[in-house]
Protein backbone atom coordinates (compact mmCIF):
# COMPACT_ATOMS: atom_id res chain seq x y z
CA UNK A 1 0.00 0.00 0.00
CA UNK A 2 1.30 3.45 -0.85
CA UNK A 3 2.04 5.82 2.08
CA UNK A 4 -0.67 8.39 1.53
CA UNK A 5 -3.21 4.89 1.34
CA UNK A 6 -1.79 4.26 4.57
CA UNK A 7 -2.11 7.55 5.98
CA UNK A 8 -5.52 7.62 4.84
CA UNK A 9 -6.52 4.26 6.98
CA UNK A 10 -5.09 5.82 10.01
CA UNK A 11 -7.27 9.09 9.51
CA UNK A 12 -10.49 6.82 8.67
CA UNK A 13 -9.86 5.21 11.93
CA UNK A 14 -9.42 8.17 14.01
CA UNK A 15 -12.58 9.53 12.66
CA UNK A 16 -14.68 6.32 12.73
CA UNK A 17 -13.30 6.92 16.75
CA UNK A 18 -15.06 10.25 16.60
CA UNK A 19 -11.79 12.29 17.11
CA UNK A 20 -11.79 15.92 17.03
CA UNK A 21 -9.95 18.27 15.07
CA UNK A 22 -7.68 16.26 12.78
CA UNK A 23 -4.55 17.53 11.49
CA UNK A 24 -2.26 16.83 9.22
CA UNK A 25 1.44 18.17 9.12
CA UNK A 26 4.02 17.36 6.29
CA UNK A 27 7.26 18.24 8.52
CA UNK A 28 9.37 16.07 5.59
CA UNK A 29 11.87 19.35 4.93
CA UNK A 30 11.76 20.47 8.70
CA UNK A 31 13.50 17.01 10.66
CA UNK A 32 14.59 14.10 9.66
CA UNK A 33 12.81 11.75 12.64
CA UNK A 34 9.22 11.71 10.59
CA UNK A 35 7.47 13.19 8.09
CA UNK A 36 3.87 13.23 8.59
CA UNK A 37 2.77 14.37 12.04
CA UNK A 38 -1.64 13.98 12.87
CA UNK A 39 -2.49 15.92 15.88
CA UNK A 40 -5.99 14.80 17.10
CA UNK A 41 -8.00 15.45 20.32
CA UNK A 42 -10.26 12.85 22.01
CA UNK A 43 -12.75 14.11 24.92
CA UNK A 44 -11.38 11.95 27.49
CA UNK A 45 -8.16 9.88 28.28
CA UNK A 46 -10.66 7.33 27.76
CA UNK A 47 -10.94 8.26 24.39
CA UNK A 48 -7.36 9.04 23.63
CA UNK A 49 -6.48 5.63 24.82
CA UNK A 50 -9.01 3.68 22.70
CA UNK A 51 -7.35 6.42 19.75
CA UNK A 52 -4.17 5.18 20.53
CA UNK A 53 -5.31 1.22 20.75
CA UNK A 54 -7.20 1.41 17.05
CA UNK A 55 -3.79 3.66 15.91
CA UNK A 56 -1.65 0.66 16.71
CA UNK A 57 -4.07 -2.00 15.70
CA UNK A 58 -4.75 -0.37 11.94
CA UNK A 59 -0.58 0.05 11.56
CA UNK A 60 -0.20 -3.66 12.82
CA UNK A 61 -2.93 -4.43 9.86
CA UNK A 62 -1.16 -2.39 7.38
CA UNK A 63 2.52 -3.91 8.39
CA UNK A 64 3.83 -0.92 9.50
CA UNK A 65 5.85 -0.82 12.19
CA UNK A 66 5.18 0.47 15.55
CA UNK A 67 8.54 1.97 16.83
CA UNK A 68 7.12 3.16 20.01
CA UNK A 69 4.36 4.32 22.32
CA UNK A 70 4.28 6.75 25.09
CA UNK A 71 1.60 8.55 27.39
CA UNK A 72 -0.59 5.31 26.67
CA UNK A 73 -1.09 4.56 30.74
CA UNK A 74 -2.18 8.35 31.53
CA UNK A 75 -4.02 9.10 28.31
CA UNK A 76 -3.76 12.73 28.42
CA UNK A 77 -1.70 13.06 25.41
CA UNK A 78 -0.29 9.37 23.73
CA UNK A 79 2.25 9.09 20.96
CA UNK A 80 2.21 6.47 18.78
CA UNK A 81 5.54 6.55 16.55
CA UNK A 82 5.05 4.76 12.73
CA UNK A 83 8.21 5.92 11.99
CA UNK A 84 7.19 7.35 8.90
CA UNK A 85 3.77 8.58 10.68
CA UNK A 86 3.81 10.62 14.23
CA UNK A 87 0.21 10.39 15.61
CA UNK A 88 -0.13 13.03 18.76
CA UNK A 89 -3.57 12.24 20.44
CA UNK A 90 -4.50 14.60 22.85
CA UNK A 91 -6.85 15.95 25.06
CA UNK A 92 -7.83 19.44 24.30
CA UNK A 93 -6.76 21.00 27.11
CA UNK A 94 -3.26 18.80 26.61
CA UNK A 95 -3.44 20.36 23.15
CA UNK A 96 -4.26 23.60 23.81
CA UNK A 97 -1.28 24.45 26.40
CA UNK A 98 1.24 22.65 23.68
CA UNK A 99 0.30 23.94 20.49
CA UNK A 100 2.06 21.45 17.98
CA UNK A 101 0.55 23.13 14.99
CA UNK A 102 1.98 26.51 15.90
CA UNK A 103 5.38 25.26 17.55
CA UNK A 104 5.99 23.03 13.86
CA UNK A 105 4.44 26.27 12.39
CA UNK A 106 7.14 28.32 14.32
CA UNK A 107 10.17 25.93 13.48
CA UNK A 108 9.33 26.01 9.76
CA UNK A 109 9.59 30.07 9.53
CA UNK A 110 12.29 30.18 11.45
CA UNK A 111 14.34 27.53 9.28
CA UNK A 112 13.17 28.83 6.27
CA UNK A 113 14.25 32.44 7.02
CA UNK A 114 17.82 31.45 8.05
CA UNK A 115 18.46 29.81 4.25
Known amino acids: MTPEKNLKK ?3 TLQDLKAM ?3 VLDVTDMTSITDIMIIASGRSN ?3 KAMAKHVIETAKALDLPVLGVEGEREGEWVLVDLGDIV ?3 MQP ?3 AYYQLEKLWSVE ?4 TSMT
Open 10 to 12: IID
Open 21 to 23: DIQ
Open 46 to 48: RQV
Open 87 to 89: AHL
Open 108 to 111: YQQS
Open 93 to 95: ATR
